[in-house]
Structures are given as C-alpha cells and as structure tokens.
Nanobody
Framework: QLQLVESGGGLVQPGGSLRLSCAAS????????IGWFRQAPGKEREGLSC????????TSADSVKGRFTISRDNAKNTMYLQMDSLKPEDTAIYYC?????????????????WGRGTQVTVSS
C-alpha cells in the first residue's frame, strides 16, 4: 500500500529553521516526481516546491524561494523540505505528495498520492 508520512513539524520562532521529512512506503520514491504543499486556515492549498525524478530539476513558489529547499534521498525512500528564515505567515499544515506521472507546474492537480500533513507554527 502506497503511503507517505510527514514528520518534523512543530513550533518555531520567527527566523528559525525546520526540516520536514516525508517517508515513502509501498513504492519506490525514485520513480516518482515529488512536491511539498501547504494549507493555511481559510486559504487554498499552495504548491511550495516540486522536484523531477532526476533530482536536479526543481521549481519553487516565489513566497518561499531562497528560504525553502526541497531534496530527496532515494536510498532512504524519503524526501525533505528544509525551511529557513521562517516567518509567521509560513504557519500552515504542510503536505508532501508524489506522482508517477509528470507535473506541469507545482500544483496539486498533478499529484495523486498525499501524506496526511504536519503542522508548522511560526510564532514568538
């Protein structure tokens, strides 16, 4: 059974850092394209950063460009989101996602498999 499980969320002060992990099971992550998304209360789900299977081609939303970095470790079947210089407006539930197909842009419509999410709260 294909499963994605996020971890690493929590409470952090503005300017701090967190690294989210997403462990895949039931499938080989190396064969999938991946992405990180978030949803704040009252807002639509937002695509943050997506990566091709080659591990080199990525795209990031302007809101997180230069602060968030997506990566993958195929040997561990895990993807990551390194988040630096966090701001209160980054508070949201963060989701990882994967697709056997291809994403045209970093949007949820292109991703079929999702984790349940992890809460990130940025507050002093």
């Amino acid at each position: 059974q294909l499963q994605l499980v996020e971890s690493g969320g929590g409470l952090v002060q503005p300017g701090g850092s967190l690294r989210l992990s997403c462990a895949a099971s039931g499938f080989t992550l190396a064969s999938y394209e991946i992405g990180w998304f978030r949803q704040a209360p009252g807002k639509e789900r937002e695509g943050l950063s997506c990566m091709r299977r080659d591990g080199n081609t990525t795209t990031s939303a302007d809101s997180v460009k230069g602060r968030f970095t997506i990566s993958r470790d195929n040997a561990k079947n895990t993807m990551y989101l390194q988040m630096d210089s966090l701001k209160p407006e980054d508070t949201a539930i963060y989701y990882c996602a994967a697709t056997r197909g291809f994403w045209y842009n970093c949007a949820e419509q292109f991703f079929a498999s999702w984790g349940r999410g992890t809460q990130v709260t940025v507050s002093s």
